[in-house]
């Protein structure tokens, strides 16, 4: 859990389960949730809850992933209304696995001297 002075919200996470209890299966699988307090100048629902549910895959350069979300308020207007239901998708292609490069890194290749005709 990070803070930092200007933080507004105050949260605690849990991610993916280790790989090992994912071998076998077709697609990526992990649940994250978050519970956190926020101050009411930043929202008027200071207590939730949210949890996430997250199923993704990779097929050569592409990311497909679902991961809805389920939110709770347990303290501030919206106590009453229950659980929120969010459904997110994400598709995505990788362009910089065909073989494209942002260039040399190295310390040694440093640009060679420009010249300017005026």
Do not use: C
Request: net charge positive.
């Amino acid at each position: 859990m990070k803070r930092t002075k200007q933080d507004h919200r105050t949260t605690l996470r849990m991610g993916r389960p280790p790989q090992s209890l994912l071998s076998n299966l077709a697609v990526g699988v992990s649940l994250s949730q978050e519970v956190g307090y926020q101050r009411t100048a930043f929202s008027a629902d200071t207590w939730t809850w949210e949890i996430r549910p997250i199923m993704d895959k990779k097929i050569s350069r592409w990311y497909l992933s679902f991961n809805p979300a389920l939110d709770r308020s347990f303290h501030g207007p919206s106590v009453n209304k229950g659980v929120k239901f969010s459904p997110n998708f994400k598709f995505s292609f990788d362009l910089t696995s065909a073989g494209a490069s942002p260039g040399p890194t190295a310390r040694n290749s440093r640009p060679r001297r420009a010249n300017a005709l005026i």
